[in-house]
């Protein structure tokens, strides 16, 4: 705020504004003043009311939805307040980022929990309520000034003005994400678990069904052929050998069974011959290209890999492809997958295809997961992953 014949006190960054004609800043900032009281009325009426109504009728079936459209309500006020505040007042304040994705794909009940526990929502509820009263100031102090009160109007709108800016800092600026980030990553603990439980599950039925119950007809096998080893060689020695292809198909399922828990080659070889182990079993041809200089976490390095052959499995039963590729590299602190394939396209995140669950178990890991997939053009889908460096006593084990 400058007068055109003002000059600069020195170390002072408000001059006093003497002369009739204000600088631009003094009039946008007029501007925002007397604009605080309709916008205020708006944001009462539009957010309030339905908080309140929401509030009040939240024993009864439309309440708790009522209310968590009255925050998403909140939320577009707040995101107009920062657009006014941006353009008016030369604020640098940043959007806060929109509620998780992966939360609306889930059904209304998670959506519904999700915005009432949303942070920004309630914060930018606040700020409506704070508002209309101050708007009512605002307004009237600043047409009071520009009618009556000229000469000092300069101080009066830069000191209220300096309000705004902090309830808008305080209120509608990202400094509330840390609230929501707890929120999100209590949800994610949520899916981690869910996710390990079911591969505990998933790991004793195949051991029950399958290494378990063929050791146990093994067992039985090798007892008769005991029994029978000198009334009946022969027969003892055919049920030896049936023995000891069991015993082959036995080792062949634990060593799958591990495979699908944690792989030795990931382990002792890394994430590009890893791969290429997997690419070699896909039913189409994978070409695998791997720009990794050092390799990540064991746990982010098996994040990558079970998401790389999840993705395989899905090329090879649903796309109809003639052929794909895998790319991992590091691009600054993520690590970045991209498999692509030529195939029928058309997938989707709530396809079945269980594009879902791997988006859930990078999401829990500060991961995203993205999936392009025009129909009757390919399907490429990017996952990223934070890059965390390895501990040294996984380098001291791969090695």
Request: glycine share 10%.
């Amino acid at each position: 705020m400058t007068a055109s014949s003002g000059a600069r006190t020195p170390g002072s960054d408000l001059p006093p504004p003497h002369a009739f004609a204000f600088g631009r800043h003094t009039w946008k900032e007029v501007t925002h003043l007397l604009l605080d009281l309709p916008a205020a009325l708006v944001g009462f009426l539009v957010t309030v009311i339905v908080i309140v109504l929401g509030s009040g009728l939240a024993v009864t079936v439309i309440g708790l939805p009522l209310l968590a459209v009255g925050l998403g309500a909140a939320r577009l006020i707040g995101r107009s307040e920062r657009s006014r505040a941006r353009a008016l007042l030369g604020m640098q304040v940043e959007e806060p980022s929109p509620l998780r994705a992966a939360q609306a794909r889930e059904g209304f009940f998670s959506w519904l929990w999700t915005s009432l526990r949303d942070p920004v929502g309630w914060r930018a509820a606040l700020y409506s309520v704070i508002r209309l009263p101050w708007g009512v100031l605002t307004f009237t102090v600043t047409l009071v000034s520009l009618i009556v009160l000229w000469p000092v109007l300069g101080y009066v709108t830069r000191g209220l003005s300096n309000v705004d800016r902090a309830m808008v800092r305080g209120l509608l600026s990202p400094s509330g994400e840390l609230e929501r980030r707890i929120a999100e990553l209590e949800t994610d603990r949520g899916v981690v678990v869910d996710t390990a439980a079911a591969d505990l599950r998933r790991i004793e039925r195949d051991l029950h069904d399958g290494a378990q119950a063929r050791l146990v007809a093994l067992a039985m096998g090798l007892g008769l052929a005991k029994e029978k080893l000198l009334d009946d060689p022969e027969t003892a020695a055919q049920m030896v050998g049936e023995a000891h292809g069991e015993v082959k198909l036995a080792l062949q399922e634990l060593r799958d069974l591990a495979r699908g828990i944690h792989p030795a080659v990931l382990t002792d070889r890394g994430l590009d011959a890893a791969l290429s182990a997997i690419a070699s079993r896909c039913t189409v041809p994978v070409t695998v290209t791997a720009d990794l200089g050092e390799r990540p976490a064991e746990a982010i390095e098996g994040i990558a890999y079970f998401t790389v052959s999840e993705l395989l499995q899905n090329v090879s039963k649903h796309s109809g492809a003639r052929t794909a590729a895998v790319e991992v590299w590091r691009s600054g602190n993520r690590l970045l997958i991209q498999v692509r394939d030529d195939g029928r396209g058309g997938a989707r995140l709530d396809g079945g295809t269980g594009m879902s669950g791997l988006a859930d178990r990078l999401g829990a890991v500060d991961g995203l997961f993205t999936v392009d997939s025009p129909p009757g053009a390919g399907t490429t889908v990017t996952a990223e992953l934070p890059w965390r460096e390895r501990s040294s006593q996984g380098a001291r084990t791969s090695r």
